[in-house]
Nanobody, 123 residues
Framework: VQLQASGGGLVQAGGSLRLSCTAT????????MGWFRQVAEKEREFVAA????????LYADSVKGRFTISREYAQSTVYLQMNSLKPEDTAVYYC?????????????????WGQGTQVTVSS
């Protein structure tokens, strides 16, 4: 299974970006999906997660109120709408498919990972 993420880029602080991620097979359609991010020389950080129906979501405190995760119902496509971006949001963003249908914050609960897309927020 491959996950293809897109939508990253360079944006000024206060701007918006929308990331999308699609699994090449329908493996993720009955699984939770999530977004993580990583800055060089730092550990991967949870950003947001959504259950398989799209009815339950989780967010890191640092992005609550600014980011919104969504998905097409029972599909292997997940989105991350990022508003009011800050320079500290700069990172490589990874999407992932969870082992179970629920939204989960721990990266240990994810099975498949995308290649990452770079988000850079300038001040």
């Amino acid at each position: 299974v491959q996950l293809q993420a897109s939508g990253g880029g360079l944006v000024q602080a206060g701007g918006s970006l929308r990331l999308s991620c699609t699994a090449t097979r329908r493996t993720g359609s009955n699984n939770g999906m999530g977004w993580f991010r990583q800055v060089a020389e730092k550990e991967r950080e949870f950003v947001a997660a959504i259950d398989w129906r799209g009815g339950s979501t989780l967010y890191a405190d640092s992005v609550k109120g600014r980011f919104t995760i969504s998905r097409e119902y029972a599909q292997s496509t997940v989105y991350l709408q990022m508003n009011s971006l800050k320079p500290e949001d700069t990172a490589v963003y990874y999407c992932a498919v969870a082992l179970r249908p629920v939204a989960t914050m721990s990266d240990r609960n994810y099975r498949y990972w995308g290649q990452g897309t770079q988000v850079t927020v300038s001040s």
